[in-house]
């Protein structure tokens, strides 16, 4: 899972044979070659390489950048990627992949490409365990045992048990065994990680001193020279400057299109507004290290305080659903019999009052001599008009219930290290976006809390740490869909967030990017086939 996040924020919770190619295969298909396209995004990422990242922003550079064994082609299905085939025992606990011969990595500045081995595979399984390397993916593979190479280009797994849908985890990014610094783990002070080298088909030129991501072509990409010669991912603190940057040609595509700027983009015809439908949930979460939190009644009675159908209408002009869960809604764990709270004072004062708390002469609800008083935290990369409406919102509906919030608008690299390194917030505000695994062990589960984890709140739970523990074990499809349906229903109950909602999402792009098909959740998959026309370059 990733923050958009947030956007989750935020990050990536989960993903999800073998003829069709997840890219062009050649640039040889009667499209030109060249140009080159500047998109907008909302903040800039703090690493770049696909271990240590948290973010939207660089889930989307390493899709750029990197390379997985497989891949996911705009049909869901998982085709070749580094591995050209793969074998699976008849007990489902080994795999064994086969690489392509031919695939280079990305040659640093005076040297030659280093060929694409074996031993980069096992390196970066290796990396991504070690106990001292930070980063949300160690819970998705704990199922495998061991990685080990077996030739040059032939790679094993052996599981610590057959799981539902393994292939699919095999997604995974591989990064080059002479890449970090440390070779046992992977820091996040790392050069390796604000400077990777990958395989994939761009790859990376600089990030210069106001934050650009400059990545060109890949003359030698396993699967065919990308038609756009250069791809610069440019950071912006604001929506609406953004939105201008691209009304006046300053950039050519916005990957998240403000709600209150989709007419504009509609009535213009220099530019395509184009939806895509990412399993993504925005949601406030709770720091339940503060003892004001830590009681579900306080946290419920939040859920209950803030209208979020009145706000999803007026300030995203009813794009999007609002939701009762962990799940995305689309997503197949979502548990639909799970009604989403409904806006009601009168309960979420009760609620308050049954914690501990009564009235204060100003207002605001006092328990055992403190204030209800609490900090929320907002990412500067968030700071959009209808951000700040929804941030506003909600402490207005608080105050109406006794709860007094104080919102502190930060840089977003300093957000993030208050939100996820320090633990230094009350309340903060974020999306996630998911693959289609809905793997929610990285968000909830007790073993996940820590610097740099995703379980940010500290939440912990025995029994939801036993479902989860549960799910995972689970070969059974409709089994694991009953158990998250558990989930969904005690973690509304529960309520470490006060989930919101999930939008439509929509990209703009000038009209002179064409064949645009966009990956739900890792947006560039496909980019390497997009091209502009000769006399637009």
Not at 327 to 345: E, K
Not at 367 to 379: A, F, N, Q, W, Y
Not at 479 to 495: G, P
Request: aromatic share 12%; with cysteine.
């Amino acid at each position: 899972m990733r923050l958009i996040k947030i956007t989750i924020l935020f990050l990536i919770p989960v993903c999800m044979g073998l003829i069709t190619s997840a890219h062009a295969t050649s640039s040889n298909d009667g499209r030109p070659v060249g140009g080159m396209l500047n998109y907008g995004e909302y903040g800039r990422p703090a690493t770049i390489d696909p271990i240590t990242s948290n973010d939207m922003i660089a889930l989307r550079i390493s899709e750029l950048l990197f390379n997985g064994l497989v891949g996911i082609n705009a049909k869901q299905e998982i085709v070749p990627e580094l591995a050209q085939k793969w074998d699976v025992s008849p007990d489902g606990s080994v795999y064994t992949f086969y690489l392509r011969p031919d695939v280079k990595w990305h040659p640093r500045p005076g040297e030659e490409a280093k060929p694409f081995t074996a031993n980069d595979v096992v390196f970066t399984y290796n990396i991504m365990m070690h106990p001292k390397t930070v980063t949300s993916l160690k819970v998705r593979y704990e199922f495998i045992q061991e990685a080990k190479k077996i030739d040059e280009h032939t790679v094993q797994f052996i599981l610590k048990r057959p799981i539902l849908n393994a292939l699919a985890k095999f997604t995974f990014k591989i990064i080059p065994e002479f890449g970090p610094q440390n070779s046992l783990y992977l820091r996040r002070d790392d050069p390796f990680v604000r400077n990777p080298v990958g395989t994939g088909p761009y790859r990376l030129v600089e990030t210069t001193a106001n934050g650009e991501v400059v990545m060109e072509a890949n003359q030698s990409y396993f699967m065919g020279r990308p038609h756009i010669d250069k791809f610069v991912a440019k950071p912006f603190a604001d929506q609406n400057i953004m939105n201008q940057a691209l009304m006046f040609n300053s950039i050519d595509m916005t990957v998240l299109v403000n709600p209150r700027d989709i007419p504009e983009l509609q009535g213009d015809k220099r530019y395509v507004l184009q939806p895509y439908n990412a399993l993504s949930y925005a949601f406030f979460g709770y720091n339940t290290r503060n003892p004001l939190l830590v009681d579900k009644r306080v946290r419920k009675a939040f859920t209950l305080a803030i209208n979020r159908e009145e706000m999803l209408d007026s300030f995203f002009n009813s794009r999007g659903t609002v939701i009762s869960g962990p799940f995305a809604p689309g997503s197949w764990a979502y548990n639909l019999d799970v009604r989403p709270d409904p806006y009601d004072t009168d309960r979420a004062r009760a609620l308050l009052q049954e914690a501990g708390f009564s009235q204060g002469d100003d207002g605001i609800m006092v328990k055992d001599g403190k204030r209800l008083s609490l900090s929320l935290k907002v990412p500067i990369a968030k700071e959009s008009e209808a951000t700040k409406r929804v941030v506003l919102a909600f402490k207005n509906y608080l105050k109406k219930v006794g709860a007094e919030v104080n919102v502190e608008f930060m840089e977003w690299q300093a957000w993030k290290e208050a939100v996820f390194q320090n633990h230094e917030f009350d309340i903060m505000f974020a999306s996630w976006v998911f693959d289609d695994s809905a793997d929610i062990s990285s968000l909830f589960h007790s073993a996940e809390i820590g610097p740099w984890k995703n379980n940010f709140g500290a939440y912990s739970n025995p029994e939801i740490d036993g479902l989860i523990a549960e799910a995972k074990l689970s070969l059974d499809h409709e089994k694991k869909r009953t158990i998250y349906r558990k989930l969904h229903a005690m973690l509304s109950e529960e309520s470490p967030y006060t989930f919101l909602w999930t939008l439509t999402n929509y990209a703009g792009y000038n009209k002179k990017i064409r064949h645009v098909n966009i990956h739900p959740y890792k947006f560039f998959t496909f980019a390497d086939s997009w091209y502009i026309p000769e006399g637009k370059q």
